[in-house]
Each structure stands twice: as structure tokens, then as C-alpha cells.
């Protein structure tokens, strides 16, 4: 069924394509919450995605030394020997709030919107009475993902049919669902 490195969960992990510009876009955001190390930001971006992705040194600082080239952060001043915090200037905050204003426009303009990765901040910022929709969701792309795998070593038109019927018809489901809480 699957070769040791063919399994979702280790393709998620190892993500070589993360969505252009998504690093600079979480950067930017977690600086805007606090002043934080390169190390701190790495860290931190490996919890709010549970453990599937940890950026590289060699992307995180490259991109911290260009924030701070254009003005978007500053150096705090050493609070501990070694240890450089970043924070967003004014023009960083702005240029932050741009990049939220182009996502809104392309899910307005496009009509769809995906949460970057799975286990990511997108989820935790719902309240922890959702963790069951949140787990089923999971579920769903997980069994998509093996799903498909299995059809490219062995088609069946027959499957295909069925698992798209089965999605057809929770995706309306919930579409309902959010049309009647859009209209409370």
C-alpha cells in the first residue's frame, strides 16, 4: 500500500513546497504578537502545526535579515547575551495587514479557502468544543490522501463514484449548516 516515505503524515512533515510567501505571512504574524528569537519562531511554528512542519534556520534568518532590510522589524535591544529578539515596526504591521487584506480578497474573489496545514493556529483559534470537528475534518483528509494513493496503484471507477457521492453530500451538509449560523 504505501512505501515507508509515501504515507500522508510523512509527506506532511516533509513539505519541500510550502505556499510562497506563507513563511513570510506566519513570520510577520507571530511577530506581531510578541518579540521573538529566530530559534523561538522555528519552535513555535512546530507546535501550531503539530510537529508537520519546522522551518530551517537557513529560511527563517534569511527572511528575519529581510524584514529588518525593508523596515518591516527591528532588533530589540539584547535582554540576554546571544539571544536576538525581532519585532514589527509600524511599516511591518502595515505590510502585515496587507497581506491579510490580499488573502480576504483572493477567498472573496476565488471562493475558497483552506487552512494552511493541518493541526495549524487556523485551528486553535476556535473553541475547544469543536476538537471533534476538528478531529473528523483530519480524518476526512487523511482518508482522501490514502484514498487517492490507492487509486493510483489501482484504479477503480467505482470508488471514485462512491467517495465523491459521500463528499457531494456532506459538503452541501455543511454548506447548510453554515448558510443557517450566517443568517442568525
Request: charged share 25%.
Given at each position: 500500500m504505501f512505501g515507508p516515505h509515501a504515507h500522508p503524515s510523512h509527506w506532511m512533515r516533509h513539505m519541500a513546497a510550502v505556499p510562497k510567501g506563507f513563511l513570510r505571512y506566519y513570520v510577520l504574524r507571530l511577530l506581531n504578537e510578541k518579540p521573538m528569537s529566530g530559534s523561538e519562531i522555528?519552535?513555535?511554528?512546530?507546535?501550531?502545526?503539530?510537529?508537520?512542519w519546522k522551518p530551517s534556520p537557513g529560511s527563517?534568518?534569511?527572511?528575519?535579515?529581510?524584514?529588518?532590510?525593508?523596515?518591516?522589524?527591528?532588533?530589540?535591544?539584547?535582554?540576554?547575551?546571544?539571544?536576538k529578539r525581532y519585532t514589527l515596526t509600524e511599516q511591518g504591521k502595515n505590510f502585515l495587514q496587507e497581506h491579510v487584506k490580499r488573502k480576504k480578497e483572493l477567498r472573496e474573489k476565488t471562493g475558497f479557502f483552506a487552512p494552511p496545514f493541518i493541526g495549524s493556529r487556523w485551528f486553535d483559534q476556535h473553541p475547544k468544543n469543536c476538537q471533534g470537528l476538528i478531529?473528523?475534518?483530519?480524518?476526512?483528509?487523511?482518508?482522501?490522501?490514502?484514498?487517492?494513493?490507492?487509486?493510483r496503484q489501482e484504479y477503480s471507477e467505482a470508488a471514485v463514484a462512491q467517495a465523491t457521492e459521500i463528499l457531494d453530500v456532506a459538503a452541501r451538509k455543511i454548506e447548510k449548516i453554515t448558510e443557517n449560523l450566517e443568517g442568525e
Open positions: 522555528m519552535s513555535k511554528i512546530e507546535k501550531r502545526t503539530g510537529g508537520h527563517i534568518y534569511p527572511l528575519l535579515a529581510w524584514l529588518q532590510q525593508k523596515g518591516y522589524s527591528t532588533e530589540l535591544k539584547q535582554q540576554e547575551p546571544g539571544v478531529e473528523a475534518g483530519k480524518k476526512i483528509v487523511k482518508s482522501s490522501w490514502i484514498l487517492l494513493d490507492n487509486l
